[in-house]
């Protein structure tokens, strides 16, 4: 039971107090925190897109180029966070030439972006871009979260243009028992929402990831920081992780109306009802090589929800990866860093 | 062109979160070291410890409940359950819908009024859950008593005291009334800013 003194908790609170103080005083004199650690350089921009080009680790990387398609959702520095936990320093040393589509900030100006807008012109010409820099007919993309959601579309629409598809942490099937997102969103009125704000505030989606876990996230998380104020390294660790969970874009209205109708509330992705412009997407036409790679905790896209691309995708060679780790896990933990990368090098290289 | 690493500094941290958080720890730790006072004057060895532990446990559900009615009756207690439905109404004043900020007409309006009922359901929604809490935390301590184990700090009572809330609040969530008030929340938000802009 508890067998605690008030003299001991007394304690046990001058301490915290204590840690509290010389926080304060370790954060003053913190300095820069770095997020996002590869040297990259900025091949193409439009719009808010920018495409970036990592600098290749090796001398001779492969010849067909990586593209990474992060979501839409928060930002892709969390794949290159910092020096230790970096899945695209990972892919870099492992002889890929890795690319990376970074959506940007949408503001008020891009409300009308549609689904088809992202596909048909973002996605396509990137695609192209390194097509013709590479002298190649056909690249790896690499689709994360609801980026792989969007990769799969991009595969069905334009399957010879894609060499070999990597999905990570990628939901299929909206609509499995434990898909939280999914319930959480089944009540609202998504239509109203978008008329209202235009874009979906970045706000919401904050409120709306905290709400899964408010007593370890908005609470335990930080009554834990104390016990690091004294290790700068840490600290700064904490920072940078708290930076990229807050640092949550808005969403462009209509791309975000027809992502939360079509691909949450009404499941049709695994149906094969999804329509992007005039173009129906067919997941059975994903024939190129799969992997598919999820995490056995992702509570924000269960494994169930991701696993259901075996049945429904055209691929005669699709593989899963199967990461023992949660959804954030997958980027940054230490296992993570030993495990993926290399795994989906090793796959990409065979193929 | 090479693009340097970006860099941020520590302000773009929320201290104040971090801050409101310890002292709420703190305000937890004052509220278990004047438990623990007044335990150690009733219990004795004798005494059937779990029993013992009881009435304490409904004296704080029933603060919970007290709380829910006006969480200025003990903002301590408050905020430790009200914690998710403070930082929904941070998030509605960041989008301009603080209960300051709003228009008299749209204060009588029935959109407001709506929302403000639902606001009331999303609550008793939350104190249910606070209180299945501190019955699996009883449960718990009990569990432990039983195999001669015992709480030793603070921290592990605090760290028992999430796991039970994440728990109960977590199984909340997943039901079907969370998700339709839940929804009706945003809506009837929603309708609010609406009402708002066509008034302004």
Same mark, same amino acid.
């Given at each position: 039971?508890?067998? &605690?003194?008030?003299?001991?908790?007394?304690?046990?609170?001058?301490?915290?107090?204590?840690?509290?103080?010389?926080?304060? !005083?370790? &954060?003053?004199?913190?300095?820069?925190?770095?997020?996002?650690?590869?040297?990259?350089?900025?091949?193409?921009?439009?719009?808010? +897109?920018?495409?970036?080009?990592?600098?290749?680790?090796?001398?001779?990387?492969?010849?067909?180029?990586? &593209?990474?398609?992060?979501?839409?959702?928060?930002?892709?520095?969390?794949?290159?966070?910092?020096?230790?936990?970096?899945?695209?320093?990972?892919?870099?040393?492992?002889?890929?030439?890795?690319?990376? /589509?970074?959506?940007?900030? %949408? @503001?008020?100006?891009?409300?009308?972006?549609?689904?088809?807008?992202?596909?048909? !012109?973002?996605?396509?010409?990137?695609?192209?871009?390194?097509?013709?820099?590479?002298?190649?007919?056909? /690249?790896?993309?690499?689709?994360?979260?609801?980026?792989?959601?969007?990769?799969?579309?991009?595969?069905?629409?334009?399957?010879?243009?894609?060499?070999?598809?990597?999905?990570?942490?990628? %939901?299929? #099937?909206?609509?499995?028992? #434990?898909?939280?997102?999914?319930? +959480?969103?089944?009540?609202? @009125?998504?239509? +109203?929402?978008?008329?209202?704000?235009?874009?979906?505030?970045?706000?919401?989606?904050?409120?709306?990831?905290?709400?899964?876990?408010?007593?370890?996230?908005?609470?335990?998380?930080?009554?834990?920081?104390?016990?690091?104020? @004294?290790?700068?390294?840490?600290?700064?660790?904490?920072?940078?992780?708290?930076?990229?969970?807050? @640092?949550?874009? #808005?969403?462009?209205?209509?791309?975000? !109306?027809?992502?939360?109708?079509?691909?949450?509330?009404?499941?049709?992705?695994?149906?094969?009802?999804?329509?992007?412009?005039?173009?129906?997407?067919?997941?059975?036409?994903?024939?190129?090589?799969?992997?598919?790679?999820?995490?056995?905790?992702?509570?924000?896209?269960?494994?169930?929800?991701?696993?259901?691309?075996?049945?429904?995708?055209?691929?005669?060679?699709?593989?899963?990866?199967?990461?023992?780790?949660?959804?954030?896990?997958?980027?940054?933990?230490?296992?993570?860093?030993?495990?993926?990368?290399?795994?989906?090098?090793?796959? +990409?290289?065979?193929? | 062109?090479?693009?340097?690493?970006?860099?941020?500094?520590?302000?773009?941290?929320?201290?104040?979160?971090?801050?409101?958080?310890?002292?709420?720890?703190?305000?937890?730790? =004052?509220?278990?070291?004047?438990?623990?006072?007044?335990?150690?004057?009733?219990?004795? $060895?004798?005494?059937?410890?779990?029993?013992?532990?009881?009435?304490?446990?409904?004296?704080?559900?029933?603060?919970?409940?007290?709380?829910?009615?006006?969480?200025?009756? *003990?903002?301590?207690?408050?905020?430790?359950?009200?914690?998710?439905?403070?930082?929904?109404?941070?998030?509605?004043?960041?989008?301009?819908?603080?209960?300051?900020?709003?228009?008299? =007409?749209?204060?009588?309006?029935?959109?407001?009024?709506?929302?403000?009922?639902?606001?009331?359901?999303?609550?008793?929604?939350?104190?249910?859950?606070?209180?299945?809490?501190? $019955?699996?935390?009883?449960?718990?301590?009990? =569990?432990?008593? *039983?195999?001669?184990?015992?709480?030793?700090?603070?921290?592990?009572?605090? *760290?028992?005291?999430? $796991?039970?809330?994440?728990?109960?609040?977590?199984?909340?969530?997943?039901?079907?009334?969370?998700?339709?008030?839940?929804?009706?929340?945003?809506?009837?938000?929603?309708?609010?800013?609406?009402?708002? $802009?066509?008034?302004?």
């Amino acid at each position: 039971m508890i067998g &605690l003194t008030s003299k001991q908790i007394a304690a046990e609170i001058e301490a915290f107090s204590a840690r509290l103080t010389q926080g304060s !005083r370790t &954060l003053s004199r913190l300095g820069d925190i770095e997020s996002g650690v590869s040297p990259r350089d900025a091949i193409y921009q439009e719009d808010k +897109l920018t495409l970036y080009r990592y600098q290749p680790r090796v001398e001779n990387p492969h010849p067909v180029p990586l &593209l990474i398609v992060y979501a839409l959702v928060n930002r892709p520095y969390m794949m290159d966070l910092q020096e230790d936990r970096s899945m695209i320093r990972g892919l870099l040393n492992a002889g890929l030439d890795v690319y990376l /589509i970074d959506w940007g900030y %949408p @503001d008020a100006s891009d409300r009308t972006l549609t689904l088809a807008d992202y596909i048909y !012109r973002y996605m396509d010409r990137c695609v192209d871009i390194l097509s013709e820099r590479h002298g190649v007919d056909t /690249i790896n993309l690499l689709g994360v979260c609801q980026g792989g959601a969007l990769s799969l579309c991009f595969a069905a629409l334009y399957p010879e243009k894609i060499r070999n598809l990597v999905t990570m942490v990628t %939901p299929v #099937d909206f609509n499995t028992p #434990d898909n939280i997102l999914s319930h +959480l969103i089944r009540y609202i @009125d998504v239509d +109203l929402l978008v008329d209202t704000f235009g874009n979906l505030p970045g706000q919401m989606l904050n409120f709306a990831f905290l709400s899964l876990s408010p007593f370890r996230l908005a609470g335990q998380k930080y009554v834990d920081l104390t016990d690091v104020f @004294d290790d700068i390294q840490a600290l700064k660790n904490f920072l940078r992780m708290e930076k990229w969970i807050f @640092d949550s874009p #808005d969403q462009a209205g209509e791309a975000f !109306r027809q992502f939360a109708k079509d691909f949450f509330q009404q499941n049709k992705l695994i149906k094969g009802e999804v329509v992007i412009g005039d173009q129906r997407v067919d997941l059975h036409e994903v024939a190129m090589p799969v992997l598919n790679v999820y995490a056995t905790q992702d509570h924000l896209v269960p494994p169930a929800a991701s696993k259901a691309l075996a049945d429904c995708c055209g691929s005669q060679d699709y593989s899963e990866f199967s990461f023992q780790g949660g959804h954030i896990g997958i980027y940054v933990s230490a296992r993570a860093q030993r495990e993926v990368p290399p795994a989906i090098a090793k796959w +990409l290289l065979a193929r | 062109m090479t693009e340097q690493t970006s860099t941020s500094g520590p302000s773009t941290f929320d201290a104040g979160l971090a801050l409101k958080q310890a002292r709420a720890y703190l305000a937890f730790g =004052e509220q278990i070291r004047q438990f623990t006072d007044r335990m150690s004057e009733t219990i004795n $060895d004798q005494t059937d410890k779990g029993e013992a532990l009881h009435p304490y446990f409904a004296e704080i559900k029933a603060a919970i409940t007290r709380s829910a009615e006006n969480p200025n009756i *003990n903002p301590e207690l408050a905020q430790f359950w009200l914690l998710i439905a403070e930082t929904w109404c941070e998030t509605a004043a960041s989008l301009g819908m603080g209960t300051e900020a709003i228009s008299d =007409e749209l204060r009588q309006s029935e959109a407001w009024r709506s929302y403000q009922s639902t606001q009331s359901e999303y609550l008793s929604l939350l104190e249910g859950a606070a209180r299945d809490a501190l $019955d699996r935390m009883e449960q718990r301590l009990n =569990e432990l008593a *039983n195999t001669g184990k015992t709480i030793t700090s603070l921290r592990e009572l605090y *760290n028992l005291w999430v $796991d039970c809330n994440e728990e109960t609040y977590g199984q909340m969530l997943r039901k079907p009334t969370y998700a339709a008030i839940n929804g009706q929340l945003i809506n009837s938000l929603l309708r609010c800013y609406q009402r708002q $802009d066509t008034s302004s």
